[in-house]
């Protein structure tokens, strides 16, 4: 079944890890994750020319666009985010996370960086980078019923 990029969702956990308190985050635009792979050389004269790779460890970003709105709570949390280097727990999420069957990536993330765009014909807006760190172990979730 196809999913329109207008139903999926993205939340910060306001609550604990053990206890997530999820709130919706509405000044975000357009929502880009990034899952990767490092890898290592493991090429040998026996793969008959060909380079062979040993995947290691896995790689994870988001990038997201978002309306510049210094009242908006959210906005404002990836900001402090951004400046303080705290961590957020984020649910990027295909549906409603108290929807059964929604399915996303549950992670605790940085702000690596946060570009403002002040075009001289519209509105001012955020774009963020936001990589994966240490806390809540990255995971896709399955929302059950």
Request: include cysteine.
């Amino acid at each position: 079944m196809e999913i329109r990029g207008l139903d999926c969702k993205a939340y910060r956990n306001t609550g604990t890890s053990e206890t997530p308190t999820w709130d919706l985050i509405e000044c975000i635009e357009d929502l880009s994750i990034g899952l990767d792979h490092s890898s290592e050389d493991v090429s040998t004269r026996g793969g008959g020319g060909w380079k062979q790779e040993r995947l290691t460890l896995k790689e994870g970003s988001v990038d997201v666009g978002l309306l510049y709105d210094t009242e908006d709570d959210d906005f404002q949390e990836l900001l402090d985010a951004y400046f303080d280097e705290s961590k957020i727990e984020v649910a990027l999420m295909d549906g409603p996370i108290a929807t059964a069957g929604s399915q996303g990536l549950r992670a605790t993330v940085q702000v690596k960086s946060m570009p403002l765009e002040q075009p001289l014909a519209g509105v001012v807006k955020a774009a963020a980078t936001l990589v994966i760190t240490r806390g809540t172990p990255p995971a896709w979730m399955t929302v059950s019923s």
